[in-house]
């Protein structure tokens, strides 16, 4: 089935522990990206990743970083988790950016609550 | 910064039109894209406008004024399933950036 599958579909997560959101697309698009959605906020951007191996830091990039070592996985960490992280997690991805016709498509999400 | 506003909450009734507005103040603009969102769901592309007039995509139509920087999304003989958040999403330096979104309330 062709799109973006993102695990876990949710975590409990004590602070100060490390935690890895996982994002794998099988469209073959070389942009990736990673928001957050919080409510009353709307989607923001954390980091995002313009073709495999480069990365870029969004609006709010402190307290996670990525990696793009292929076209397909775009994982997203956190590397010491803290309470104000509490979020859904969308990854997304899209045919080549720099595209302005390019529309972005998303995974069905991560639930993350750090406790 | 950008700075995307949209309202909060709409409801209309089945059959009815609603339109949401979105006004925004980014820099790089690109164009505009508006995005619909089911409850614990992921969102999903509706609609891009890069120059200014109307798009019409049956039921739904989207309309962009560069010069005004506004945008709206008109929906048509609303359904319960249209129930939804609505995001106008800005897209600017190839990135996009999000209003908080607009919750469309479909009563019978």
């Known amino acids: 089935i062709a799109g973006i599958t993102q695990a876990p579909t949710s975590q409990i997560l004590a602070a100060g522990r490390r935690m890895t959101l996982r994002c794998t697309q099988d469209m073959r698009h070389n942009a990736m990206y990673w928001y957050r959605q919080d409510l009353g906020l709307g989607l923001r951007l954390i980091h995002y990743s313009n073709t495999a191996g480069t990365t870029g830091k969004g609006e709010v990039p402190d307290g996670y970083s990525v990696s793009r070592a292929n076209t397909d996985d775009f994982p997203l960490t956190l590397a010491s988790a803290v309470p104000s992280q509490t979020s859904v997690y969308f990854c997304?991805?899209?045919?080549?950016?720099?595209?302005?016709?390019?529309?972005?498509?998303f995974g069905p999400g991560t639930r993350l609550t750090v406790l | 910064g950008q700075n995307i506003d949209q309202p909060t909450e709409m409801t209309a009734t089945e059959g009815a039109i609603v339109q949401i507005n979105c006004t925004y103040q980014?820099?790089?603009?690109?164009?505009l894209f508006w995005y619909q969102q089911h409850a614990g769901e992921a969102p999903t592309f509706l609609s891009y406008n890069v120059l200014d007039g109307l798009e019409e995509k049956g039921r739904f139509s989207s309309f962009l004024s560069r010069s005004k920087g506004y945008s709206y999304l008109l929906l048509k003989e609303l359904q319960m399933k249209d129930s939804a958040s609505y995001l106008c999403?800005?897209?600017?330096?190839?990135?996009?950036?999000f209003g908080a979104g607009t919750t469309v309330t479909v009563r019978a």
């Open positions: 980014t820099s790089g603009f690109n164009g």
């Open positions: 997304a991805s899209s045919d080549s950016a720099g595209k302005p016709t390019d529309t972005q498509y």
């Open positions: 999403a800005v897209d600017h330096d190839y990135k996009l950036s």
